[in-house]
């Protein structure tokens, strides 16, 4: 006998309903062979099968390698396939979007939101979620679905374990009548085909190691179904559950949602509070005991079941209290008939084929010729063709034959030109129906220099795959909400984690037991938002602040530590306290004695002292505008003044010593001339010296 779920669970009681191993096996079995032999799921595997190949380069098969080889044409494989998957696996690291969560009450649910972010980040970092989920993404574009697995285990030192595991797509088996990407609509999904030793296996079940190690003795365990096509990722006989020879099993583990009557009490005021008491009967009893009326309530309920052949292992209700799969789907789309495919459609195999085809066929027409001779006229035709073939060959023909009667080479250059037209033709429809971008490839056009017009370009190419990263947000999004149920179910104790995104700095998180009871409580306030991720905690802070400070410091840091406080920043704590440091006035100088003689001060000096001293602007000014100068500076003037008479009055002795050579040389100057010039000479000496001694003395006076 089997319980559908079990009576305590997680220190929860549930009402268990027994029914028997034949019959769980029977439902378990039907789904089984249902998601296998399906329609939906049969053409998936084929085509997914051959999008993998494709990708991979292996696209021609055996019966055309041989052809092609009895022709002598080359084998020409130009995969077109592979760099637009790099080239989608390049724009999905760059975008780095991840789900997270925000008050939606703020600032009073703040805390609750980082806590929970925190946490995942954690799990997150732990399990490596992101190269996991790269191996799921490329799966979803190449052959239209990825898996991804969020559960929980238990660790070596007994603690649960949350993590985040890929999974194959040809281990999955869904509901073929599902459509939904979150899985609401799945009545039920099957993870089979990984063979496991017997021994790890009675490892994992002790209870069932009897029933195990008759499934060994077994030799034929099969459905009833055919087996299914073999590939390079499953067994050839993928319906065979005992490998006797190594000693392996293949159980099949069945998720599937059940509707189950349970027992409410309603209250006198209509109001129904579920019950945990064991056994419908006795939940009755107890209701009309305590004074309310017993009604019966359906509910749906997540049960998991793993078997092997005829052997039960395990069945159960789900232990997970979110209800849900614990796994997330990430799809690239469906045709009409629900059938997933991904960027690798057939319609992308078909140009593939063509291109490959074109491009040989080109090559063999180019390098080949044809001849039309008569019969018996060359000695060995085998030879001939051969040398033929050679650019350099010598064709001999037989005696007495002329070469324009009997021997003709025709080139085949029309029909090789012809098929790099076609060939140049594929070459454009494989861009245009894979909506492949020579900007995101590399390639910028010609035209287009400026790199403003480029990453115009390279936006345009990356909005051709809008739809898909939508898709792969809302998977985000679901996995998100299964592993913070996760974290609400299985983190119940006090926690220290550390958080290891800031290459310098180690984030240490301490959570409590209360603060997780409080996340439980509080969950219904959280709401569920898109951000960017980044890979450090600086590049986070450098991309936000970079963006919104320079709107905000205009108006003082006040505000800049406001608008810090409202954003998601992990480390905006120490950021605030930057800030609050920047806004603080500067620190007062030290009080210091000077002993100056103000007018032997230059006019400069003046100034800057009397703004260091805190004199009135008017003052200053007047100062700069006004100034007299200094002692020092009119002692500088009379310098200069008595210098430059001196090399005037020396201009002038040369004057009159070269007139009085002249007057010796021409006898023609006369004694008048010579006294009035030095006449003049002697008042204008008398003059400046006047002027010079009335200058200084205003001077004095105006200092004094």
Not at 38 to 47: D, I, K, L, P, Q
Not at 104 to 130: C, G, H, K, T
Not at 524 to 543: G, M, P
Request: hydrophobic share 40%.
């Amino acid at each position: 006998m089997a319980y559908i779920d079990n009576a305590v669970e997680n220190g929860t009681v549930r009402t268990p309903e027994k029914e028997s191993d034949e019959d769980i096996l029977a439902r378990l079995n039907n789904y089984v062979r249902e998601a296998i032999a399906h329609r939906v799921n049969a053409e998936w595997r084929e085509y997914a099968i051959a999008a993998f190949r494709y990708e991979e380069g292996d696209q021609i098969d055996a019966v055309v390698r041989r052809e092609l080889e009895l022709r002598g044409q080359p084998i020409v494989i130009e995969n077109r396939l592979r760099p637009k998957r790099k080239q989608f696996m390049g724009t999905y690291e760059r975008l780095r979007l991840k789900a997270a969560f925000t008050g939606r009450n703020i600032p009073m649910d703040e805390a609750e939101a980082a806590a929970l972010n925190d946490l995942n980040r954690y799990v997150d970092q732990e399990s490596e979620f992101f190269n996991e989920e790269a191996e799921a993404v490329k799966d979803m574009f190449i052959a239209g679905m990825g898996w991804l697995e969020r559960a929980q285990r238990q660790g070596n030192d007994g603690k649960p374990r949350l993590f985040t595991r890929y999974v194959d797509p040809f281990e999955m088996f869904a509901d073929p009548f599902g459509r939904r990407q979150d899985l609401e609509d799945y009545r039920y999904l099957i993870r089979g085909g990984r063979w496991i030793d017997l021994d790890v296996a009675i490892a994992n079940w002790p209870d069932k190691e009897s029933e195990l190690l008759d499934c060994i003795g077994m030799t034929e365990t099969r459905t009833g179904l055919n087996s299914l096509p073999e590939t390079p990722w499953t067994s050839e006989n993928e319906m065979l559950y005992v490998d006797a020879q190594r000693s392996r099993i293949r159980p099949w583990e069945v998720w599937y949602r059940r509707k189950v009557a349970r027992q409410v009490a309603v209250t006198k005021d209509g109001t129904k509070v579920s019950v945990q008491i064991i056994g419908e009967k006795r939940a009755k009893e107890a209701i009309r005991a305590a004074g309310f009326t017993p009604e019966e309530q359906i509910v749906e309920v997540m049960c998991v079941g793993i078997f092997c052949g005829m052997t039960l292992i395990h069945h159960d209700v789900s232990p997970y209290e979110h209800g849900d799969y614990p796994f997330v789907q990430y799809l690239y789309d469906r045709d009409k008939t629900g059938v997933p495919f991904g960027w690798v459609s057939r319609d992308i195999m078909t140009l593939q084929d063509a291109h490959n085809k074109r491009h040989s066929k080109a090559m063999h027409l180019l390098n080949t010729r044809q001849v039309i001779m008569t019969e018996n006229a060359v000695r060995d035709t085998e030879e001939t063709v051969e040398q033929v073939a050679k650019p350099d060959g010598v064709i001999i023909l037989e005696q007495g034959r002329k070469i324009e009667d009997v021997f003709q080479i025709k080139e085949n250059t029309e029909l090789g030109q012809g098929q790099l037209a076609m060939y140049s033709h594929v070459r454009q429809a494989f861009e245009d129906a894979g909506q492949i971008s020579q900007v995101a490839q590399g390639q910028a056009p010609g035209e287009v220099r400026s790199d403003r017009g480029l990453q115009r370009l390279e936006a345009n190419a990356t909005a051709l795959d809008a739809d898909v990263f939508r898709h792969i947000k809302a998977a985000r999004r679901k996995g998100l909400l299964i592993q913070t149920s996760n974290i609400q179910q299985f983190f119940t104790d006090d926690m220290i984690v550390q958080i290891t995104d800031d290459p310098n700095t180690v984030k240490v998180v301490n959570i409590s037991r209360g603060d997780l009871s409080r996340l439980r409580r509080f969950f219904v306030n959280l709401v569920l938002i898109e951000e960017n991720d980044y890979a450090t905690s600086r590049q986070q802070q450098l991309d936000m602040l970079s963006q919104t400070l320079p709107q905000v410091l205009q108006f003082g840091p006040g505000w800049a530590s406001l608008l810090i406080s409202m954003t998601d920043l992990r480390d905006k704590e120490s950021l605030m306290q930057q800030v609050a440091s920047m806004a603080q006035p500067p620190q007062p100088e030290p009080r210091m004695s000077v002993s100056v003689n103000w007018a032997d001060l230059p006019i400069a000096e003046r100034i800057m002292w009397a703004v260091k001293l805190g004199f009135p602007q008017e003052l200053i000014q007047l100062i700069q505008q006004g100034a007299v100068p200094s002692r020092t500076e009119l002692s500088v003037q009379n310098d200069q003044a008595k210098q430059q008479s001196k090399e005037r009055m020396e201009e002038r002795r040369l004057d009159l010593k070269s007139l009085e050579l002249e007057a010796k040389d021409s006898h023609v100057v006369s004694q008048r001339r010579l006294d009035a010039l030095t006449s003049a000479a002697q008042e204008e000496t008398k003059r400046q010296v006047a002027n010079m001694q009335s200058a200084m003395t205003r001077g004095a006076q105006d200092v004094e």
